[in-house]
């Protein structure tokens, strides 16, 4: 069974910094895409940053600059770095994996994970 675990997240102030994880665990055989997505109160669910196998970014507007994606493919891991932190970036950040293969398989499928809450205020 394919878990994927965030964390790292937690309260921090306006300008400060934090570095989010998310393991994904199980019989894996490859993963297409690893990314990060946010969902703030009373708003939808919306991209932040996503990365593919080979390296490909693709970063949310808002977070360009501020926000680095990171993924460690021989431990299926993928990492947020958030800098200079808003209060507009307060939201659960949940992780997503793109085209992943479950071992004997043969296809791929999406899985999320249960979201680490971020919360930047002073």
């Known amino acids: 069974q394919v878990q994927l675990v965030e964390s790292g997240g937690g309260l921090v102030q306006p300008g400060g910094s934090l570095r989010l994880s998310c393991a994904a665990s199980?019989?894996?055989?490859?993963?297409?895409?690893l990314g990060w997505y946010r969902q703030a109160p009373g708003k939808q669910r919306e991209l932040v940053a996503a990365?593919?196998?080979?390296?490909?970014?693709n970063y949310a507007d808002s977070v360009k600059g501020r926000f680095t994606i990171s993924r460690d493919n021989a431990k299926n891991t993928v990492y947020l770095q958030m800098n200079s932190l808003k209060a507009e970036d307060t939201a659960v950040y949940y992780c997503?994996?793109?085209?992943?293969?479950?071992?004997?398989?043969?296809?791929?499928?999406?899985?999320w994970g249960k979201g680490t809450l971020v919360t930047v205020s002073s």
């Open positions: 997503k994996a793109d085209g992943l293969v479950v071992a004997g398989t043969g296809y791929g499928m999406d899985y």
């Open positions: 990365m593919t196998g080979g390296g490909r970014t």
């Open positions: 199980g019989s894996i055989f490859s993963i297409y895409g």
